[in-house]
């Protein structure tokens, strides 16, 4: 079974950068499509970037677009994320998951424990 375990996590200030990373082991990293997500206490967990196997064809929530970058390293087992121009309102627990069927279905992500990311205006 993969697991997964992000870090790069932190306290920024607004208009800073921060580069999260999500490492992977245990599993086939080439054949999962990766995402991440952001939650905050009390919502839901919402989509922030999805990359796919090959790392190409990359997407992202409206509300990240121009400012973050997701890249996904198949040699190292490792999906980033480049986070520009942040803003307070992108403070939030980030989490990777690995998308198995890459059909987007939940139920069978895999998740990382999160790390927190906090922006400070």
């Known amino acids: 079974q993969v697991q997964l375990v992000e870090s790069g996590g932190g306290l920024v200030q607004a208009g800073g950068s921060l580069r999260l990373s999500c490492a992977t082991s245990?599993?086939?990293?080439?054949?999962?499509?990766m995402r991440w997500f952001r939650q905050l206490p009390g919502k839901e967990r919402e989509f922030v970037a999805g990359?796919?196997?090959?790392?190409?064809?990359?997407t992202y929530a409206d509300s990240v677009k121009g400012r973050f970058t997701i890249t996904k390293d198949n040699a190292k087992n490792t999906v980033y994320l480049q986070m520009n121009s942040l803003k307070a309102e992108d403070t939030s627990v980030y989490y990777c998951?690995?998308?198995?069927?890459?059909?987007?279905?939940?139920?069978?992500?895999?998740w990382g424990q999160g790390t927190q990311v906090t922006v400070s205006s």
């Open positions: 998951a690995a998308d198995p069927t890459g059909a987007g279905i939940s139920a069978r992500y895999i």
């Open positions: 245990g599993g086939t990293f080439s054949s999962y499509v």
């Open positions: 990359i796919g196997r090959s790392g190409i064809n990359p």
